[in-house]
């Protein structure tokens, strides 16, 4: 048969469970001895020098000394909870993903995160959401890693390291509201106009949510997904929640980052305890796979683009309830490693070259975070399905591995088999064409567009909520020591649209600039703002 991979101690729940650390009921050391005192170093008498034979206060000392990780290098600041998700069924038609069929239940955890701050960094501040959502089903772990926005800043990966080293704070005096960080911020967006879309809803209400349970959450990249036929189609995942999307105003999250900076975390447990248990219905987009992968004009390959609910309905496929919250915020929502390559049958990547780069880089920074490449054995990221893989060793190594080191083919020790149907396999062969063509660094003539969907949210404001957007930008612009970077911008939002341009530059004191470019011919689209109201779906 095939080799046992699973430790002797560890579940095939994928549930956190205790530790040894708490068993029987004396205090021992990590061997297990029991102590009679842990309150006092042994010393050569009562006033003498501390004794290196003292393995207690050394084990005690040094395993203290090693209690922090590094945090996120994004997303360090985050809050988790565990729940379930039940499928409608109503998906079944264009993916075979198990866990979307009718009625199917699937244990979840979640983790919701500020993207810039560190990890004791206030809840409230003005930033992207995100929200990462572990699905551990029968075929595997499916991870969906989006944010509360639908949109990117960039549209390829290799310029994440440029926008985050823009918005974080300076490496001098590491004070996210200093002047510097405003000035690298506004200099990134507006000398890279394809981020122009993100900041204007970063600028909006959606930059300071109420309250995670008022989140919409975003796949952001198109997807590819796979039917029972075989037949493909292109998708965009969706949360919308229960409560439908609440802001806070400025003032109050001013006032809440310094009263409570743990107010969205408190929020969400607070909630859950109670037994409001937050609720989110995941829908998705569903475009046909063509091979241009466009839909109505608009690139799907192209994460600073969404696609209006006018024209591609969100499609409710089932139910996200956070049930309870972790036990031990360490071994859970720090521990919690998502992967976008974390996939299962009937769900694909598609060429996006911004999802290309992440299915790259959590990996390979979760190797330092998370010290070796056995994390996913640690509780949290345990898979609720078998594991059979023919990984080995390493740091960390909690299985006892029995047979021979595996090789495929085998003929000692039961041959390592693949399943005979192809519809169980991950990592699906889907039939794409990849064009034959030379090999470049270059963008698609389609992704030049900056501004058009920029305008189409601006448009699609109510008066409130273009007022407040006003206000950030005045209040954000105004923190710019350099004059020049100001004024780029400002010519970005003369490109956006004329009379938000006309109003950030009354309040900064500036001129109006022209447009440089003509302003796109859209019409006000209310969906895009606004949460559609198909809640509740039975
Ligand atoms: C972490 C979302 C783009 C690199 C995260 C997290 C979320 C997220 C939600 C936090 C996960 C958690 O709670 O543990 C997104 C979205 C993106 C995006 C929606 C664009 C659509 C990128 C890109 C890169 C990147 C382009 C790099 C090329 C990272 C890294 C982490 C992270 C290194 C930390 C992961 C860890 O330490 O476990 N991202 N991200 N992200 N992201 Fe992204």
């Known amino acids: 048969g095939a080799p046992e991979t699973r430790s002797p101690t560890g579940a095939d729940t994928g549930a956190p469970r205790a530790a040894c650390g708490q068993q029987g009921a004396y205090l021992t050391t990590a061997q297990g001895a029991r102590l009679r005192d842990t309150d006092h170093s042994l010393k050569a008498g009562p006033r003498g020098p501390v004794l290196l034979q003292d393995h207690h206060l050394r084990e005690k000392i040094t395993h203290f000394d090693h209690e922090r990780i590094p945090e996120r290098v994004v997303h360090a600041r985050g809050a988790g909870a565990h729940g379930r998700f039940r499928a409608y069924g109503t998906a079944a038609e264009v993916t075979r993903a198990g866990f979307l069929q009718r009625d199917r239940e699937t244990p979840v955890f979640v983790r919701f995160s500020t993207v810039l701050g560190s990890r004791g960094s206030a809840d409230t501040v003005r ?46 005096r590491e004070i996210p509201q200093a002047q510097s960080a405003h000035d690298t911020f506004w200099d990134f967006v507006s000398l890279h106009t394809e981020a122009q879309h993100h900041a204007l809803w970063n600028m909006s209400d959606r930059g300071i949510p109420r309250s995670y349970r008022t989140m919409e959450g975003f796949g952001v990249h198109t997807f590819r997904l796979v039917n029972e036929a075989g037949q493909t189609s292109l998708a965009k995942f969706h949360w919308k929640p229960k409560l439908g999307v609440h802001s806070l105003v400025w003032e109050e999250a001013q006032l809440l980052g310094g009263v409570d900076p743990d107010y969205h975390r408190r929020d969400l447990y607070d909630a859950i305890e109670a037994g409001a248990l937050p609720e989110w219905e995941l829908g998705l987009q569903v475009f046909p796979d063509t091979p241009e992968e466009t839909f109505a004009g608009i690139d799907l390959l192209d994460a600073t683009k969404l696609v209006p609910e006018e024209l591609a309905p969100v499609q409710p496929v089932g139910r996200l309830t956070l049930t309870h919250t972790p036990t031990n915020f360490f071994a859970e929502t720090e521990q919690v490693a998502f992967h976008l390559g974390n996939l299962t049958p009937g769900i694909d990547v598609t060429n996006d070259p911004l999802l290309q780069g992440r299915l790259f880089s959590y990996l390979d920074t ?31 190594q909690q299985a006892v591995h029995t047979g021979v080191a595996p090789y495929r083919p085998n003929t000692l020790d039961g041959g390592n088999p693949f399943p005979a149907d192809d519809a169980t396999h991950a990592f699906l062969d889907v039939p794409v064409t990849v064009a034959e063509a030379p090999k470049v660094r270059a963008a698609p003539a389609s992704f030049d567009d900056h501004y058009s969907q920029a305008r189409l949210f601006w448009l699609s404001m109510t008066p409130v909520e273009r007022a407040h957007i006003v206000q950030a930008y005045t209040f954000e612009l105004g923190k710019c020591h350099h004059q020049a970077i100001r004024e780029r911008q400002l010519q970005c939002l003369a490109n956006i649209d004329a009379v938000l341009c006309a109003q950030v530059a009354a309040g900064l004191g500036l001129p109006a600039p022209e447009p440089t470019a003509p302003p796109a011919q859209v019409q006000p689209s209310p969906a895009l703002s606004q949460v559609g109201g198909r809640w509740p779906v039975d």
């Open 127 to 172: 930033d992207t959401r995100g929200f990462a959502t572990k699905f551990y089903t029968d075929e595997g772990t499916f991870d969906l890693v989006g944010n509360n926005m639908p949109v990117f800043f960039v549209q390829d990966a290799i310029k994440f390291p440029d926008i985050i080293h823009a918005a974080k704070p300076h490496p001098d």
């Open 366 to 396: 979760q190797l330092t975070r998370l010290a070796g490449p056995n994390f996913p054995q640690i509780p949290i990221n345990r898979p609720h399905a078998p594991v059979n893989d023919m990984l080995r060793d390493g740091f960390h």
